[in-house]
């Protein structure tokens, strides 16, 4: 093993934060397909996180949708409510498992959102400007409720996940939105 081999095999500190992780590999975030209809996340989509924890010193998720409207794509799992937070947990304490760092990103497909993975089938969107695809939907025009409307979903996405860590590390959390 040469000298820069061994260097990727050593902890990382981040400047700012001080978080450290065992080392330099970073597993880059995959869309899998493989989570169920209703967003929650399958055993198979668990085993893909573990297998990979193996040896990555910071995982990066698959995108999770943070309301109904921004479903990307089939199979993604969803942080838009509560009842994920199980689902969620799953993956987070598979990733913890070996020591290892996890980022979960929250996403909104607009204009990508295929029609038939969403509840009235009409993709929403800062504009109504099609995706540059074959077959691709003009999406709708989103107004200013559904703009402020997904907003709040990133944001209540974020404290929903943050209270599941707090909690995880027994600490008392009220959040109000």
């Not at 590999?25 to 929650?40: E, H, K, Q, R, Y």
């Not at 939907?137 to 944001?155: D, L, N, R, S, W």
Request: aromatic share 6%.
């Amino acid at each position: 093993m040469d000298i820069n081999s061994k260097n990727i095999l050593t902890p990382f500190t981040f400047p700012v934060s001080g978080i450290v992780i065992p080392n330099k590999i970073v597993l880059a975030p995959m869309t899998t397909f493989s989570g169920n209809d209703d967003g929650t996340t399958t055993d198979e989509e668990v085993a893909y996180y573990k297998k990979r924890n193996e040896s990555a010193g910071l995982l990066i998720t698959a995108c999770a949708y943070v309301i109904k409207h921004g479903k990307a794509f089939h199979g993604q799992f969803g942080a838009d409510s509560d009842e994920m937070i199980p689902s969620l947990s799953r993956i987070a304490e598979t990733l913890k498992e070996n020591g290892g760092k996890a980022i979960l990103q929250l996403q909104h497909g607009g204009r990508m959102s295929p029609p038939e993975e969403l509840v009235d089938g009409q993709a929403l969107s800062a504009s109504a400007v099609a995706a540059e695809r074959e077959g691709a939907q003009v999406p709708k025009e989103m107004t200013e409720y559904e703009i402020v409307e997904t907003i709040k979903a990133f944001g209540q996405a974020t404290l929903r996940l943050l209270k599941q860590v707090l909690m995880a590390w027994k600490f008392t959390v009220q959040i109000h939105i």
